[in-house]
């Protein structure tokens, strides 16, 4: 089993808050990891540092092997130089919280944009690859709805095709399901454990425990920056060993 | 709209409701009455006749010199070196402006420094000070040279007094200045879209400069293209100022007209009605430019019926449709 992230005491700060104190994290290929936490935890941040949304201030992030956002040359290193920063980050897909998906395009507009825009893919056969997306996330017939006209958890799978239509190695989700009503959550976590079925790596930023330890292979529980404790989903929600996991759950349980 | 322009309700209920028959209860309302708005509207419909009588049976107004000079070849050419001013002006300007707007909002502190000065300098001047200067650059700078510069050897060079026309003088003047007011408007459109956009497309791999073509810049056309479309109604008259530097526009025309028959008025008249020609003309535009960049916001109508609606973009659209 190869890892398709390893970081190594990534540190982030914002002016004088430290965000990000040293966190390690190892994702083996085609496995699903939960990060827990609460808010303020640097769960996002961690995440946004990945495909060097944030650049960290120290660390080393690597995906499938590679530096993110640097190379080493002569022993220092050196920012790199943006088409290969765009090239790693066309590896690594990302979904949001808020769904961001391009408001003055239509749904299949939006999964079309990065194939046509960025891979130079056809605009004929972009869009049937992008329709082929929106039916595996159950909305070829939204395809030509603008999001203004969709609901919350449709717009969200928008986001997810979208991702998706890169062909990533490696998908990140910050609290997919966190802007959604209640009864929408349901449909976009459906999505997500398909891929998940289907194989794909995902580091999943979430408050749904439930979900986490019905998909997730590995649970991380942040807080404060650091990793406090981290395991099968199943053992770190049964019996958490640390007082502050166990103060968090008591709290989202 | 007031609530007195209500259509009347359509498709009255008939009396099938879920528990059965009802009475009709459509509502027929009428309202107390308003005596002091009936007022206002009576003084200012008197105000109206009045002004309009005053005009129409004036004998110094030479209404006949106006038919006589609506379409005067002078006049006209006059309108076509204003029209020319007004587009050239607002393209450039709007270019100018989209730079330093991008510049302004750079990591380099020496392009924003760059662009700060340039916004305040020609914001901060009268336009028509600006137009005089450009006509008397020849007074500091009496040639143009093509070569090494700070006084490096040179090629080839020009008198300034040749190159700047009143025409070039009065496209300068225009250009520079609108795009410093362009370049505020633009900047206020870019930090109208959500950074959240612009993550969003860096996350699929983009480019800094395509995010910004593709996806920043067409959502911050929304904010952009209404104060644009009055910076080009603006601009149209503004470019009257260029009469004093002998811009051969609109306004200079009819000067030198009335400067040998005396038909002041009359003129300004025909001068006015352009003015108005043209403005009206840019409204019109506008008002469809500005449906066309509101797409996806707003609205719950599906896109087929408001493409219906839509008749003038309708093929671009429907283009990008299986």
Known sequence: ?253 | MSSTNLPPATAAPTGRGAEGEHEDLTIRATHPPRPGRWLAALVAGLALVWVGWSIAVNPNLHWDVVVDYQFDAVVLQGLWVTIQLTVISMVLGVLIGVVAALMQISDSRILRTAALAYVWFFRGTPLLVQLIFWFNLGLIFPEFSLGIPFDGPKLASWSTNAIITGFVAALLGLTINEGAYMSEIVRAGLKSVDPGQQEAAESLGMPHRKVMLRVVLPQAMRVIVPPTGNQFISMLKTTSLVSVIAGADLLTVSQRIYLTNFEVIALLIVASIWYLVLTTVASIGQHFIERRFSRGYGTSVPLDRRIGSNLLFRRRRSADRP
């Open chain 1, 1 to 253: 089993m190869s890892a398709m992230v390893e970081a190594v005491g990534v540190r982030k700060t914002f002016g004088d808050l430290e965000v990000l104190r040293g966190i390690d994290m190892t994702v083996a290929t085609g496995q699903v990891v939960c990060v827990v936490g609460p808010s303020g935890s640097g769960k996002s941040t961690f995440l946004r540092c990945i495909n060097h949304l944030e650049e960290p201030q120290a660390g080393r992030i690597r995906v499938d092997g590679e530096l993110i956002g640097y190379e080493e040359v002569g022993g220092r290193l050196r920012v790199l130089p943006e088409a290969r920063l765009c090239r790693q980050r066309q590896s690594i897909g990302m979904v949001f919280q808020r769904f961001h998906l391009f408001p003055h395009r239509s749904a299949v507009e939006n999964v079309m944009e990065g194939p046509v825009t960025v891979k130079g893919r056809r605009r004929e056969r972009a869009r049937e690859e992008a329709l082929a997306l929106l039916d595996r996330v159950g909305l070829a017939d939204r395809a030509h709805h603008y999001p203004a006209q969709l609901s919350g958890g449709q717009q969200q799978r928008v986001a997810i095709a979208r991702a998706l239509a890169m062909a990533p190695k490696l998908m990140l989700f910050d609290e997919p399901t966190s802007a959604l009503d209640p009864e929408l959550v349901g449909e976009v976590l459906q999505v997500i454990k398909d891929l998940a079925a289907d194989g794909m790596t995902m580091i999943v930023v979430t408050h749904e425990m439930g979900f986490a330890r019905e998909v997730g292979d590995h649970l991380v529980f942040m807080d404060d920056g650091v990793i406090v404790e981290q395991g099968p989903p199943r053992d770190v929600l049964r019996s958490p060993r640390h007082d502050r996991t166990r103060a968090f759950l008591s709290k989202v349980l």
